[in-house]
Each structure stands twice: as C-alpha cells, then as structure tokens.
C-alpha cells in the first residue's frame, strides 16, 4: 500500500466518522433519548469533525508526494 492508498483510507475513514456520528444523532433526536441541551452543546461545537486545515494538510501532502490531486468546480 502506497502513500496515496493510505491517505485515501484516512480520509474515508473521518467520513464515515462523519456519517455514524450524524446518524446516532439522528436517532437520538427520533427517539428522545438526549436532552435538547445536550444536543445544542454537541452541534455548538467549534471544532469540526475535518477542519480546512487538515483539508490543506491532505493537499500538501499529496502534492508532497508528487500524488495526482483531481480538482472540480
């Protein structure tokens, strides 16, 4: 497995964190079963789950690794 393999993995790996966080949420919400404070506390959270940070830092370390980067928009 290669350095591109990897970070791919890394980064699938923080969405689907992203993904199951949002989900238990979710079924928090359906089921009642959290305080709505608690829930605001949670999606008050300044910190995200991936910053622009780490964003920049995949890229840099991509282009580091003279790793091909698709760009759309």
């Given at each position: 497995?290669?350095?591109?393999?990897?970070?791919?993995?890394?980064?699938?790996?923080?969405?689907?964190?992203?993904?199951?966080?949002r989900?238990?949420?979710?079924?928090?919400?359906?089921?009642?079963?959290?305080?709505?404070?608690?829930?605001?506390?949670?999606?008050?959270d300044?910190?995200?789950?991936?910053?622009?940070?780490?964003?920049?830092?995949?890229?840099?370390?991509?282009?580091?690794?003279?790793?091909?980067?698709?760009?759309?928009?």
């Amino acid at each position: 497995m290669d350095n591109k393999d990897r970070l791919i993995l890394a980064l699938a790996a923080l969405l689907r964190a992203e993904r199951e966080t949002r989900g238990a949420l979710m079924d928090a919400l359906e089921e009642e079963s959290i305080s709505r404070e608690t829930l605001l506390a949670i999606l008050s959270d300044p910190i995200p789950i991936v910053t622009q940070e780490d964003i920049e830092f995949a890229e840099r370390f991509a282009l580091s690794k003279h790793l091909p980067l698709e760009r759309k928009g």
